[in-house]
């Protein structure tokens, strides 16, 4: 009986040895991603292909730090503009009828900060206290810690980093259109490495589990010579 609860006692010991914490997540990740490395970059310049619908449209996007951005969309042979100087954001849609740059609202500035690579959007949240860990889940035949992002407002998402690699493989979000809620699901399906850092180089999306298209990264560059006029669309 002694032995048995000796046995016992080390099992639960190794159980909880074993597991990691939501900062140690992090931090693997962090790691992982060679995010020092990129802190002390100066600029991001990314060649690749927006896929949707089974159509490809060529993607130029430009990084400064800390938060200038740039991303050039073109479809049909118009350029769709964004853009954020590191004061203002504007736009250039010929799709609907705008050559000229549009300044967007401070509300729809976070979306173009979503494209600033500099920025390590899973820290900021970890540490403004949105992220739980909700235990695991596999991914692709493979375990990944499952990460919950609380939302102001609606449905969380969740970020899923594979165990092994401490890499995001997966990401889920609900968003509203017209009424209407749509799951969202964005797999990483390969990653590139760029003077040790880690790029997406492939990703998937799904919309109630349809494939909708996705992102290829055909050439990145670190420390390219981007002028600050480059962002300025005014």
Known sequence: MKNFLVLISAIMMASVCGAQT???????????LGSEILEKAKTIYIEGRATQM???????????????VKVVTT???????????????????PMAGATDPVELP???????????????????????G??????EEEVNSKPAFKIMVSA????????????ESSMIVKTTATVN????????????????DVNGIKFQKATTSFVNGEETGGMIFDKV??????????????
Not at 22 to 30: A, F, M
Not at 228 to 234: G, I
Request: avoid cysteine.
């Open 130 to 135: 949105k992220l739980k860990l909700m235990g």
């Open 54 to 68: 089974g159509m490809e449209m060529p993607m130029v996007m430009q990084m400064k730090q800390p938060d200038k």
């Open 221 to 234: 560059e670190i420390d390219r010579e981007i002028d600050d006029s480059v962002f300025s669309l005014k």
């Open 152 to 163: 102001e407002e609606g449905v969380p998402s969740y970020i899923f980093i594979d165990k």
């Open 22 to 32: 939501l900062d140690e997540i992090i931090n693997k990740n962090y790691s992982a």
């Open 75 to 93: 479809f049909n042979g118009m350029d769709i503009v964004m853009a954020y100087d590191g004061v203002k954001g504007y736009m250039i849609n």
């Open 177 to 192: 259109q017209m009424g209407q809620d749509y799951e969202v699901e964005t797999y990483t399906k390969e990653y590139m």
């Open 106 to 128: 401070q509300e729809q500035l976070g979306d173009i900060q979503r494209y600033n690579m500099f920025r390590n959007q899973l820290l900021d949240e970890f540490r403004n």
